[in-house]
């Protein structure tokens, strides 16, 4: 998939036009803004902890090898099977390769970004293995035969008639729209029996705690305790900068992800998987196998990108961040989208294929305010867009017209005569104070601009226009 300037417009303009995408983006970010805000409030120390969570992250990626190492050392111990991806093909190879040798046709999966990155389920398809999601939302988004559109909502874009139509087509049977309760046990009746029937679990993981080798997942429905602890083979793909060297460390990332997620003190469900079920355990997996994804993330590690790695995938830049709100999330054309998808896609994969998304920004900067980590995506977003100019990524009618308007805007007698001319110019397109260009020559379309005003501020201050008004 690619993210021209051309695809990211159309696909913005097609969910912009959606009244019923714009009403569902509008309420489920809102409920997600003030749950986050209420949560954290309650804490005394909510700031004080996002700065030592901070402190905690870089100190942790600044010894990454040295603490992967000690995860891999200790998840041995307990029994696991680790295994070290470089690449998304790489990582789909390892789980594939296990599938096979267990003789898995069926396998459920809990909710993992890591496995829509490298696309998993499409190389397990070609396996022969069918992968069943089983988060709800994936699922439905699966049964749609779409992606997610949001970190932690992935069906954020469907309406409840949708969803009725989606599951009374898997039941056979119509279902109504009005009654949740019916629809919830429909969901639950097909998913219990895949539970049951699965060869293998896939999963991803919040955390890898270094000290004790433990994966620890986080899920609000119960979904992941099936996934990894029914079936005989449990597989969790984790990327490499999701360790935390103690459970210090993991306490303070667990309390600002569930806070920062959904507002909540807690998830409802936080599991720590440390290898396989022992002899004397009623029930678990016989075979663990964690898979550390690198996919790029490495080769962030020491740039002036590293702090991109700091991210919890909490989803909190998303909900406040203007464009993610009006474009929603399939307007990016990756798994990451909203503010950190901006900036982690191009870096993972390419800038050269999704040059728009370093400018899916207002840089306004409200993504920082709300990260749990403080990760500072506006400064990101701009080195991109640098780096898109220095390496030339940038197409040529916009580099031209940047470059055209700096040189304007570095010499005042020029800036001066351009104003004045375009102001004469645009006289027989401006009608209210808005400006109406004809089609082609429109630059936003869908989108009404004001003309530039009849005087530039230079002339009102030398006419003494401005001093009534402070
Ligand atoms: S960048 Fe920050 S706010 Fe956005 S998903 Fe990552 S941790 Fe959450």
């Given at each position: ?162 969803v009725a139509?989606l599951l009374s087509r898997e039941a056979g049977r119509p279902l109504s729209?009005?009654d949740l309760s019916a629809l919830t046990a429909e969901a639950r009746r097909i998913l219990r ?278």
């Amino acid at each position: 998939m690619t993210t021209t300037f051309a695809q990211f417009r159309q696909r913005a303009n097609v969910a912009i036009k959606d009244i019923r995408l714009q009403k569902a983006l509008d309420t489920a970010t809102d409920n997600f803004i003030r749950a986050r805000n209420r949560a954290l409030a309650e804490l005394p120390n909510a700031d004080s902890l996002r700065d030592h969570f901070k402190a905690i992250r870089s100190a942790t990626l600044g010894q990454l090898a040295h603490h992967l190492e000690t995860f891999e050392r200790n998840a041995v111990s307990a029994g696991a099977q680790v295994h070290w991806a470089g690449d998304g093909t790489e990582a789909c190879e390892i789980v594939v390769e296990i599938a096979r040798r267990h003789g898995v046709k069926l396998a459920t999966k809990g909710k993992s970004m890591a496995t829509e990155e490298i696309h998993l389920n499409e190389a397990l398809a070609e396996a022969g293995v069918e992968a069943v999601e089983t988060d709800l939302g994936d699922f439905l988004v699966q049964l749609a035969g779409e992606t997610p559109s949001h970190i932690i909502a992935p069906a954020i874009h469907k309406t409840r008639e949708q969803v009725a139509a989606l599951l009374s087509r898997e039941a056979g049977r119509p279902l109504s729209a009005d009654d949740l309760s019916a629809l919830t046990a429909e969901a639950r009746r097909i998913l219990r029996e895949r539970f049951l029937t699965a060869g293998m679990g896939i999963s991803g993981g919040n955390i890898a705690v270094a000290e004790t080798g433990s994966v620890v997942l986080v899920t609000n429905e119960g979904n992941g305790r099936f996934v990894t602890s029914v079936p005989p083979v449990h597989v969790a793909i984790i990327g490499i900068e999701k360790v935390a060297p103690t459970w210090d460390e993991a306490a303070v990332w667990l309390s600002l992800l569930a806070r920062s997620t959904a507002g909540q003190p807690l998830s409802i469900y936080t599991s720590i998987l440390t290898g396989p079920a022992r002899a004397d355990d009623p029930d678990g997996p016989e075979e663990v196998h964690v898979v550390l994804l690198d996919n790029g993330r490495s080769q962030l590690v020491g740039t002036k990108y590293e702090e991109v790695l700091q991210c919890i995938r909490c989803g909190a830049c998303l909900n406040v961040c203007p464009v993610y709100r009006e474009a929603g999330g399939h307007a990016y054309g990756s798994p990451y989208c909203g503010p950190i998808g901006a900036v982690l896609t191009p870096l993972l994969f390419g800038l050269e294929d999704y040059e728009a998304l370093p400018h899916a920004s207002s840089l306004c900067g409200a993504c920082k305010d709300v990260c749990p980590a403080r990760i500072d995506l506006p400064r990101m977003l701009l080195e991109l867009r640098t780096d898109e100019v220095t390496e030339g990524v940038l197409p040529w009618r916009e580099r031209k017209t940047e470059e055209g308007a700096a040189f304007v805007l570095r010499h005042q007698k020029l800036m001066r005569f351009v104003s004045a001319a375009v102001r004469l110019a645009q006289r027989p397109f401006v009608r209210d104070d808005v400006l109406n260009l004809p089609g082609p020559l429109n630059p936003t379309p869908g989108r009404q601009l004001p003309g530039l005003a009849k005087h530039s501020f230079r002339e009102m201050w030398k006419a003494g226009e401005l001093e009534d008004k402070g």
